[in-house]
């Protein structure tokens, strides 16, 4: 004769069960307003990035650093909300055809103000100065490509800039 089973004793594997149940509940509820935000934020960015997506730079200019703000949940502390910008880096000469041309192919052709190389700085100061640049208007954003160099007549090196800020930011 064998024991008797109590069925009213739940089972060791079937409290498991409910216990993960309950952790992966927890988990969902947790990370859900995470996920709506980056969901949000790509949503309301794609427009922009977009346009950026357009100016395409030339393939030996290395990329330096990017920044993305906007969306629903954007709180305005550094940088304006719908605004975003991308830095390239090079050391060959950059040439107002080569601004022309993603100039051509982001924003419709605007004009390229400036040589590309002389610097408007009186002599003596230091910094970076902008060597030319083409600035328009798509889609409701302000859009300037801008080649920036150091006063410094030694230093070679080039920073590349695409910047996009919507118009309601001026």
């Keep these: 004769m064998g024991f008797p089973v109590d069925s009213s004793q739940p089972s060791k594997r079937s409290r498991l069960r409910k216990w993960l149940t309950g952790a992966l ?10 996920v709506v935000m980056e969901v949000a934020f790509n949503i309301a960015t794609a427009p922009m990035v977009a346009i950026a997506d357009k100016m395409r730079p030339d393939p030996s200019w290395s ?3 990017h920044n993305v703000a906007g969306g629903p949940f954007c709180i305005r502390y550094t940088v304006p909300c719908d605004s975003m910008w991308r830095a390239y880096r090079t050391e060959q000469h950059v040439t107002p055809a080569d ?3 993603i100039s ?13 190389e002389t610097s408007p700085l009186p002599a003596g100061l230091t ?13 409701g954003y302000d859009v300037e490509i801008k080649v920036l160099k150091l006063a410094d007549y030694d230093d070679v090196e080039r920073i590349i800039q695409f910047k996009l800020s919507s ?3 001026r």
Excluded: H, M, W
């Design 25 to 34: 509940i927890a988990l969902v509820v947790l990370a859900s307003p995470f």
């Design 63 to 65: 990329e330096d650093g």
């Design 99 to 101: 601004v022309q041309r």
């Design 104 to 116: 051509d192919e982001a924003l419709g052709g605007a004009k390229v103000e400036g040589d590309c």
């Design 127 to 139: 910094g970076a100065y902008t060597a030319c640049s083409a600035t328009g208007i798509i889609d």
């Design 167 to 169: 118009i309601k930011n």
